[in-house]
């Protein structure tokens, strides 16, 4: 619980200790507190926002503003409905029923931090909305409009002092609303998290060095978002990286655009795996995402040449552009590397390769490829294809799995409730110390190849942790 969260519930617990020690027949104390909660709520919804697990304590903290609000004006001068021994054991049982279900609401479904990022710069971001003028929306009601996506970046800021902090879904409701609706739970269940504060601040100004910063893109996988991964993004960027991250509309939970429009995704892009061409829909899916990813390489290089009025003019090394995805983002990142040679790494968390046609994977990466398997994927038919890949590649990759890891584990699931792991989202590790490794893996893996360090061996990062094989096939 936020800190205005834990004053509120404190102060109620301690008038419902006074009431049972009738210490409340005092006008003074009845006052006190009547004029404590009222203040108390109105810090914590100007401040920390209201959410509907703390709905229940909020009615009963209205109840009894009304209460003490009629006593000190005389109405309750027998004080029956405190003295009375039934009436008041009614009124203490619920009150304390009520408080028991703000609890266990307020701990199943937290309002959690962002972890703070390791690196030495402090975070700014930006974001724009972008048309490929090459490609038509096929997975829109009007297929005849051009394909829109939106991108957030992330980077090393000069300073932060008076500019505002983002919250981590920096789209809010709408797209906490959308991963309700994958998940197939009522919409406003998993509306708090949009009450989450990460650690970047808007527009403030790029950290001026010597050198261009390297930049990576982050490619979500089916129905994640680009705030799935800000975790990573701001760990990148506060060590050194312009980090993108990509929202692929319809394929996203959901995309809100300027213009009011929110695009959720569209379950017919990729239907159950029972449907007999299902690899035919994923590989059209995996090859949007590609199409995304190189109209984000387009739109680096026309910021880098002050093509689009930014603030990323001449700070971008386009000669050390690495991608970074999860699932089909990961599949897409594989088909980008592949096709495109401006691509200088590519990392993949269960990269979803399969759909990609064989004759492409056959070709083979000439890059050094990294690929991070959850225990959960171990078996089936993608890794037969990721091993095709990485034995027909000109430059050895290498693979690692994180045992006791679901597929989601690559991502910020650990966000939304310490129950998540119940209901298979999650596996035995924690989430917050996978996504530890995992940044390990990627910040050295960048490190070595975007920025020319040599001496990083992504071996030596397996071997400081438990539970991680690098015998994948």
């Known amino acids: 619980m936020r800190f205005f969260e834990v004053i509120l519930f404190i102060s109620m617990v301690v008038y419902i200790v006074l009431m049972k020690l009738y210490k409340v027949r005092k006008v003074g104390v009845i006052a006190f507190f009547t004029l404590l909660l009222p203040i108390v709520f109105l810090l914590h919804y100007v401040i920390e926002r209201t959410r509907w697990q703390l709905y229940p304590l909020y009615i009963l903290i209205l109840i009894y503003i009304i209460i003490g609000v009629l006593v000190i004006m005389g109405r309750f001068k027998e004080y029956t409905f405190i003295t009375h021994p039934k009436i008041k054991t009614v009124v203490i049982v619920l009150s304390i029923i009520t408080l028991v279900i703000t609890l266990i609401l307020a701990i199943i479904l937290p309002v959690y931090n962002i ?19 090459y490609t038509k929306a096929i997975y829109s009601e009007n297929t005849d409009k051009n394909r829109r996506i939106k991108i957030q970046i992330w980077y090393p800021a000069e300073n932060t002092k008076g500019y505002s902090r983002v919250p981590w879904l920096e789209d809010g409701v709408p797209v906490a609303k959308g991963v309700s609706k994958v998940m197939g739970l009522p919409h406003f269940l998993l509306t708090h998290t949009a009450l989450v504060k990460s650690n970047s601040y808007k527009g403030a100004p790029i950290k001026e060095i010597q050198e261009k910063y390297p930049v990576v893109i982050v490619s979500h996988g089916w129905t994640g978002f680009r705030n799935l991964h800000t975790d990573v993004e701001e760990m990148l960027a506060s060590n050194g990286y312009v980090v993108i991250g990509i929202d692929h509309t319809f394929g996203s939970a959901a995309v809100v655009f300027e213009d009011g429009e929110v695009n959720y995704f569209n379950q017919k892009a990729l239907p159950n795996g029972d449907v007999p061409n299902f690899l035919d829909y994923g590989n059209t899916l995996i090859k949007t995402y590609e199409r995304d990813i190189i109209l984000t390489l387009d739109k680096v290089e026309q910021f880098q040449l002050g093509k689009d009025e930014s603030i990323f003019k001449g700070k971008l090394d386009t000669s050390n552009v690495g991608l970074l995805g999860h699932s089909t983002g990961g599949g897409a990142s594989v088909l980008a590397a592949l096709r495109d040679e401006r691509v200088k790494a590519v990392m993949g968390l269960d990269a979803w390769v399969e ?10 990466l000439n890059i050094q490829g990294l690929f991070l398997r959850s225990g959960q994927w171990e078996q089936g038919p993608n890794n037969s294809n990721l091993g095709f890949l990485l034995d027909n590649s000109n430059v050895k990759g290498e693979a690692y799995q994180l045992n006791g890891t679901t597929h989601l584990d690559f991502s910020m699931m650990y966000m939304y409730s310490p129950l998540i792991k119940y209901f298979n989202f999650s596996g035995k590790l924690d989430g917050r110390e996978g996504a530890s490794i995992q940044q390990d893996f990627e910040l050295n893996y960048f490190n070595k190849y975007l920025k020319g360090n040599s001496d990083i061996d992504i071996k030596d990062v397996s071997d400081k942790y438990g539970g991680i094989s690098d015998k994948i096939r």
């Open 355 to 364: 759909p990609i046609n064989k004759d492409e994977l056959q070709s083979g």
């Open 115 to 133: 972890s703070k990022p390791t690196g030495k710069y402090e975070i700014g971001t930006l974001t724009y909305e972008v048309t490929d003028p």
